[in-house]
């Protein structure tokens, strides 16, 4: 592939597809009540009208267009019109709040913006006086003649015709590889977003080196939920739609179990807290089921956690155990499967790390789950778990055409806590826009500074330890990964979120959101009164529980990184609050801010004693 290869970019991308498939469903739109199809022509019809419409608008070559909505098919259409022109389109999380916004907006210098619902229209026209380089704004929900705004199916019902489809075939063949294709603001847990420069090179060759290790086709269904706006979902989307795998628009992350069930998809991208949400529901339908089922329950998975083994190799099972393993899923596993439709053979993992209890569960039941690992400067991937090369507790192999190396070595006594991954390869970003401070420190002789610890296994895989920026050092000198630690809570029932904290404190301690659906029940079996969750998470025999819920999952840990001392919070972390970015992340330093004083009256009780830690 060359930086002139038209048939490496994005556009060439799309139009090959509609040419090679045209299948009467590359995508599925919930509509009227049902998921409706729309064919390869269709799309291309209607991405050459939005193209010429956007032209028409003064839209050229290299200008910059916000996409600011949910994921939907307007949303795809309006990057692949943009991609068409050649022009760069710049994607917005659509939790972002104004100010956020105008940051994005002013810094892009984006010379429109299309825009979803009516809520985010009223964002734009909020803070649009301040931003003179915005000359045009277009809404997906707005009707025709509506003041100072497009509407996007206007006009995209106005410019269909031949020559706006003869047009943007030419403009998609002049793209070239190294045209820049998208500016990514990363949402960040410190500071002002950063925009990231990918080209359509960059993104096309991390399509092209993940396709072949994954067995999927155009007779498979995906189902489209995590943002757009995140290089992981829209790399996935690109992918799906190069081999022809029909695409979903979930409806919300509400409707989501329901268009499960709807659309029965073969294929998805999760993040951990999905699957997180899917095996509590499960765990807590077998917990009131009758005792017969539960040890049936008991017996099923027994058996399915026998044959993970040889399914992580793709090695086939003995006799014996196929037969027990095809009764316990007769029995038991097609019933969990149904939850995310029936049909699901390949589910991605990303953005963060998955625990590998939660892992072995969903393998257990029949669910192939692939942890990857990647950054937006990366397009994302760069090493990802796959068939007959899958293990657990790993991000799996490095993909081809991607070199790694390690940087700093970080280490405790003779234990090393990880060294600093380095990337380089054809999906690296040639840097972030117009911040030349921050090239200079993450970019190095086509070195990319991932910022994230890890290491390889004496097989091959990359196993992450930690963010080097989130490393702390305990007052005794030891280096404590954060990440580490959270990662352990993901299976613990009565957890939904944790922040570990201990930086130069004599011993770690966490803020813990419990999940409140189990401690309420817990606590009623228990008989202990509460009026609201703040009773609850105050209550002493509660404190005293999750206590020990915390000691026995961290008893193994070295002293130094044991959880030992606990504060409950009563309101979960949220994206409304600032608390979490849009990818669900915890913003450590606004949390630790908002929550100051919780934490020192956490170290101003009773402490370990120094020697301990």
């Not at 100072?148 to 020559?163: A, M, T």
């Not at 009131?288 to 956690?305: D, I």
């Not at 690296?428 to 911040?435: A, K, Q, T």
Request: proline share 5%.
């Amino acid at each position: 592939m060359t930086l002139g290869d038209t048939s490496a970019t994005l556009s060439g991308l799309f139009l090959a597809a509609v040419d090679r498939y045209r299948k009467p469903d590359a995508f599925l739109v919930k509509s009227a009540g049902r998921y409706q199809p729309v064919s390869h022509e269709e799309a291309l019809r209607r991405a050459a009208a939005l193209a010429r419409a956007f032209e028409r608008l003064g839209l050229a070559r290299g200008d910059r267009l916000a996409i600011l909505s949910d994921n939907r098919l307007e949303w795809a259409l309006t990057d692949y019109a943009a991609l068409g022109l050649g022009a760069v389109d710049v994607p917005i999380y659509s939790t972002l709040l104004e100010p956020d916004l105008e940051f994005i907006l002013r810094d892009s210098g984006a010379k429109g913006i299309v825009v979803s619902t009516a809520e985010q229209l009223r964002k734009i026209r909020n803070i649009r006086t301040r931003l003179p380089e915005l000359r045009f704004v277009v809404a997906m929900d707005a009707a025709e003649g509506e003041a100072d705004v497009e509407s996007w199916w206007g006009l995209e019902r106005r410019e269909e015709s031949s020559e706006a489809m003869e047009s943007f075939r030419a403009g998609a063949r002049a793209a070239r590889a190294g045209d820049v294709a998208t500016i990514l603001y990363t949402s960040g847990t410190t500071g002002e977003p950063k925009g990231v420069l990918l080209t359509h090179a960059n993104i096309v060759s991390n399509i092209q080196a993940t396709i072949g290790l994954f067995p999927w086709s155009a007779g498979d269904v995906a189902i489209s939920f995590l943002p757009l706006s995140h290089i992981f979902e829209r790399t996935l989307d690109y992918g799906y739609f190069r081999q022809g795998v029909s695409i979903a628009y979930a409806e919300t992350m509400d409707t989501l179990p329901q268009n499960f069930l709807e659309v029965r998809p073969t294929v998805l991208a999760v993040v951990p807290r999905v699957l997180e949400r899917v095996y509590e529901k499960v765990q807590e339908v077998v917990s009131q089921g009758s005792s017969a089922k539960q040890k049936l329950f008991r017996w099923a998975m027994r058996v399915g956690e026998e044959a993970v083994p040889y399914r992580l190799t793709a090695e086939e099972l003995p006799f014996g155990l196929a037969l027990r393993r095809g009764l316990a899923d007769r029995l038991v596993f097609t019933k969990v499967r149904e939850r995310l439709g029936g049909r699901v053979n390949i589910m991605f993992s990303g953005s963060a790390p998955l625990s590998p209890d939660i892992a072995r569960f969903f393998w257990t039941v029949g669910l192939c789950v692939y942890e990857g690992y990647g950054l937006t400067e990366t397009s994302p991937v760069i090493s990802v778990n796959r068939p007959g090369r899958t293990r657990l507790g790993t991000v799996g192999p490095v993909i081809p055409g991607v070199e790694i190396r390690f940087g700093e070595e970080y280490s405790n006594d003779e234990v090393q806590v990880g060294r600093e991954i380095l990337v380089k390869g054809p999906n690296v970003s040639p840097g972030y826009y117009h911040l030349d401070e921050e090239n200079r420190a993450a970019f190095e002789d086509g070195w990319f500074y991932t910022g994230d610890l890890g290491e390889l296994d004496a097989d091959g895989y990359l196993v992450i330890t930690g963010r080097k920026k989130h490393l702390f050092k305990t007052s005794g000198g030891k280096y404590v990964a954060p990440e580490k630690l959270e990662h352990l809570f993901q299976s613990q029932p009565y957890v939904g979120q944790v922040l570990v904290i201990g930086d130069r404190r004599k011993f770690v301690s966490a803020l813990i959101v419990p999940n409140f659906t189990r401690l309420e029940a817990y606590a009623r079996e228990q008989g202990i009164g509460f009026r609201n969750r703040q009773e609850l998470v105050d209550h002493p025999r509660i404190q005293a529980f999750m206590q020990d819920q915390v000691d026995a999952l961290t008893a193994t840990l070295p002293p130094h990184e044991r959880v030992h001392q606990i504060a409950l919070l009563a309101s979960e972390f949220t994206i409304a609050s600032g608390e979490l970015s849009p990818t669900q992340k915890v913003r450590r330093k606004v949390v630790e801010k908002r929550y100051r004083e919780v934490i020192e009256e956490i170290y101003q009780r009773r402490a370990p004693q120094p020697s301990a830690v």
